[in-house]
């Protein structure tokens, strides 16, 4: 920076001196100063904004510099200076706003998804109410495809939710009366009504929505560490500036130290290094939700990492058949079936049909209980698939199956009688031992599985894989818990590590 001030005050742009600089203005001085000045003036009055708004919550920052060096280089004449510096401070911004503008983009898709309305019941009537004016004991009611609007327990009949977006399992969860759900899940079966437990602002989907807000509030560690020293900072930047200023006579040497300390890499380098971790990272699949978040990957040593669709794939896949018919027969007319509903399981089996290349064919006189199962005819026969529970009920009969740790059983009735059990499980990503290890490589000295899922599922999936814990049955709120616990023991380990070098340097 201060080279780069040296050439410009060689070629300057103060009154009388443009003819120095008849290669930049082209022949016309005046208009080039004058375009420098006005943009100049732009960007300084955003910033003075920008300070304002700072100084009212009792922020100080390295902004000030920026605008008194801008502001002292119009004043006296050094045009091509405050624009550099203006370009500068600018620039940053820009690519500052756009990398946040890509994380930001992400993360409205989860912010615009919480539940906003609710159906309230009271005296015999419906009423479509705010969801924060929801209070503990109401009794709601959830529409098919609605979102639960606030914590609480199931009231009547059962309730079909899709938790994928908080859970992260992908199947739909069945609940019976008086069991808890959670705000944010999606009604994936018929109507039913519920007994709010808690206001909406105190909910689960609630703080979610707050731990997403505040990583996007984040700043990058360097520039708060700039922030905190900026007082100081300024101060001796101004007396050094006044000091120049008084023993040379000439008021361009202050601007000069005005300018050269300017922060250039937190103006400029700063947002550009983020903006383009940013981009690399969403190339390849990472939404990075702050500055922090990838500033402090260079130094973490402890990985927390959620289990479906990070680990696993996140979508259900069919594992095993247990048939009373020959397999593919048994598949065949499953699968036919299944191409009239949307639940997730039936997807896996179209797809497994066809990847034998199994002709379906179009299923007639087709039923569905939402959550429970499906039935119709298949080429004359048939056939009907759903929870074991839902199928042995529906036809008398029974069913006798052993659970296997980390899949879902599925049950078949073709022509009123028990035909087999179709297992589905939710498969280990390729490549995760690899790049698990690879982390452990990397510095990596903990990790740690943190799910929704049952404990013998996460004891299933994370067998023969270097986690140094599992823990299973969480929500979103005990994950986030758990990387703050971490956080504190990641300090503690850091102070025990930096006694243990000052007690070898001490004692020899």
Known sequence: ???????LSSWGLGPGDNHCLRGLHG????????????????VLLALIAQILVRLRKGEIGLNIIALLSMGSALAIGEYLAAGVVALMYSGGQYLESLAEGRARREMTTLLSRAPHQAIRRRGGELQEVPADAIEVGDIIVVRRGDLVPVDGIVHEDVATLDESALTGEPLPATRKKGDAIMSGAANAGDLFSM???KPASEGTYAGIVRLVEIAQRSKAPMARLADRYAVFFLIITVILALAAWLFSGDPVRAVAVLVVATPCPLILAVPIAWAAGVSRAAQIGLLVKGARVLEALGNIHTLVIDKTGTLTEGTPTLHAIDSALPEDELLRLVASLDQASSHVAAKALVEAARARDLKLVHPTNVSEKPGEGIAGEVDGRR????????????????INHADRPGTVAAAVAVDGAFAGVLLFSDKLRDGSDRILASFKRLGIARMILATGDRSDVARLISSGLPFDEVRSELSAEQKGDIVKAEKTRGAGDDDWRWHQRRSRACCG
């Open 27 to 42: 022949g016309f001085p005046d208009l080039f100063a004058t375009s420098l000045t006005v943009s100049t003036l732009v």
């Open 383 to 398: 056939v009907a698939i759903g929870g074991i529970a839902y199928i042995a009920s529906r036809f008398g009969f029974t």
């Open 1 to 7: 920076m201060a080279k780069l001030f040296a050439s």
């Open 195 to 197: 007994v709010a437990m």
